[in-house]
């Protein structure tokens, strides 16, 4: 009988039609890369995360989307002892009569990038490998420029245990090298039905049929964690390779024995101290919540058919027999009774009418490719940074490069009270969102008037942060209690520092008024004399 060959792919990164899932990734990724922001994500190991930069990669020769981007792939795990400007001359195919010193390198550079007008994108894998192999502060520093500059774009990867490290000195000191360009993701495990896809797809390429059913089992199993998927998924295409039917139980003992102890080891080493950090607080949030909320992104704890948090079955099989591993169990327990305490605590405040509601704000970013770039992606970075703190009672749902179907649909799948809008506005009082091509689509103040009348009953107040705006916001302010707008031309720095005041206030509690003169107030302290462009209208009464 002819040999049936196997599509899983065991341990390599993947691309092109081997590729599977992430769309939410990808359009995460795509929208800050247009709204200007650099994109950072970082998880355990294999979960992807090369396959994702390959994948970019791929994209960008061959779909129409990604096409605007030329890319450069920068693996820093086998990237030579160089620096990290010669290793980036090499890969982009630029060649020197002799070595240069650094700054003469980042010149070199900076030339090259600047002459494909912000088209360059810099794909980076397991960036914390360039700190541990030498790489220089400063070499991310001249990194930070050119992307603040517009003419260059950057994606990069970073293992779990050393973003936990940078999340830390995010929230002690604000002082990493890429403090406020990266927008920081963590990389979950599939969606079910990706992985459930890619079973069946890649069974299904080899000549063989997965019953839909055992692969939604199977996926489960390992808590749809994207290599386990493929390497368990390899196991059951050998099993039905050779006929007959096969069981779950067969399938896992199989993969345990092959290939599972090693991920034993991986799990026991996520309890060791130095891959936890030693900060009680990461990212602003407790170290035992962060844990809680990581592992539940990467299918070590799963949700039951009630929404109770449990352990993978994967886990449990693997740990029974280790060394450690009773403690190790107890941990991950205690870690699934905190979010099922934390749940039930939600229930029973919902229960009794005595939580505090959730805030939800609605950003709405949009930069035409046709017009002047501006600093989106620092905007909201900024009103994150200020709204971290409370993050209990507000919700923050970015919606960047809108198009004018964009807002109708972000107002109905989010209901906000708050809508921000950042962007380009014209002399005439229009609004700049994209359309189909990411080009200007201008909108007028009465379309987008209609637009907030149909939903007066649940939003509060609308910021207008863009340019010539009073006109809209006078006319959005007919159906909407509070509305700021800008009576003339608004630079980036101002805009920002009114963001950030504003949510400062916003995020302590304030009322919108107070928010509106803190706003105001943090543009003077900044130095900026546009402190009196933003204006506040409440039912069609200016105030200052």
Not at 391 to 402: A, D, I
Request: with cysteine.
């Amino acid at each position: 009988m002819k040999h049936k060959v196997s599509y899983f792919s065991l341990g390599l990164p993947v691309f092109g039609d081997c590729f599977f899932g992430r769309r939410k990734e990808f359009s995460e990724i795509f929208s800050l890369l247009r709204a200007g922001s650099a994109v950072n994500f970082y998880s355990l190991r294999r979960m992807g995360k090369s396959s994702l930069l390959r994948q970019i990669d791929y994209l960008c020769e061959n779909d129409t989307d990604w096409k605007h981007y030329q890319p450069v792939f920068l693996d820093m795990m086998s990237a030579p002892g160089e620096s990290l400007a010669d290793h980036l001359l090499w890969r982009l195919g630029i060649k020197t009569i002799k070595r240069l010193r650094a700054d003469n390198a980042w010149r070199e550079v900076e030339r090259h990038v600047q002459r494909n007008t912000g088209r360059s994108i810099l794909l980076i894998d397991e960036l914390n490998y360039g700190f541990r192999q030498g790489i220089h502060e400063h070499d991310f520093a001249h990194l930070r420029a050119l992307q603040q500059a517009g003419v260059l774009n950057i994606v990069a990867s970073t293992l779990y245990g050393s973003i936990m490290d940078h999340l830390q000195h995010l929230d002690m000191t604000g002082g990493s090298p890429f403090f406020n360009i990266f927008h920081i993701f963590r990389l979950p495990s599939f969606l079910p039905e990706e992985a459930e896809e890619l079973l069946i797809t890649l069974c299904d390429r080899g000549g063989v049929v997965l019953d839909p059913d055992l692969a939604k089992e199977l996926a489960r199993y390992v808590g749809y964690y994207p290599s386990l998927v493929q390497e368990i998924g390899h196991v059951a295409f050998q099993h039905l390779s050779d006929g007959g039917k096969v069981s779950i139980e067969e399938i896992a003992s199989e993969w345990q024995e092959w290939s599972g102890r090693q991920w034993a080891a991986m799990i026991l080493r996520l309890f060791q101290e130095e891959s936890v950090g030693t900060s009680t607080k990461v990212g602003g949030m407790s170290r035992e919540k962060f844990l809680m909320e990581s592992l539940e992104d990467y299918g070590i704890l799963l949700r039951d058919e009630i929404g109770n948090l449990i352990i993978a079955p994967y886990i449990r099989d693997l740990l029974k027999e280790e060394i450690f591993a009773e403690q190790a169990l107890d941990r991950l327990q205690a870690l699934a009774d905190l979010g099922n305490r934390d749940k039930r605590q939600k229930r029973l405040q919902g229960d009794k009418g005595q939580g505090t509601p959730m805030i939800s704000i609605l950003f709405l970013a949009a930069e035409p490719a046709d017009a002047a770039r501006l600093r989106l992606g620092e905007e909201l970075r900024e009103i994150q940074l200020q709204l971290a703190r409370p993050r209990t009672l507000f919700k923050l749902e970015p919606r960047m490069s809108v198009r004018p179907t964009d807002i109708s649909q972000a107002m109905l799948d989010v209901q906000p009270q708050i809508v921000h809008f950042c962007g380009h506005g014209t002399a005439t009082g229009m609004l700049c969102f994209e359309n189909q091509v990411g080009e200007t689509h201008p909108i007028q103040p009465d379309a987008l008037a209609a637009l907030f009348e149909q939903f007066a009953h649940q939003v509060n107040c609308v910021l207008l942060n863009a340019c010539y705006s009073e006109a809209q916001a006078k006319a959005i302010a007919k159906h909407i209690e509070y509305v700021i707008g800008m009576n003339q031309a608004i630079g980036d720095r101002a805009a920002i520092a009114f963001a950030v005041g504003f949510y400062q206030a916003l995020g302590a509690g304030r009322t919108v008024e107070d928010a509106y003169k803190l706003g105001c107030v943090q543009i003077r302290l900044q130095g900026i004399p546009e402190h009196l462009t933003p204006v506040l209208i409440k039912r069609g009464a200016i105030q200052s």
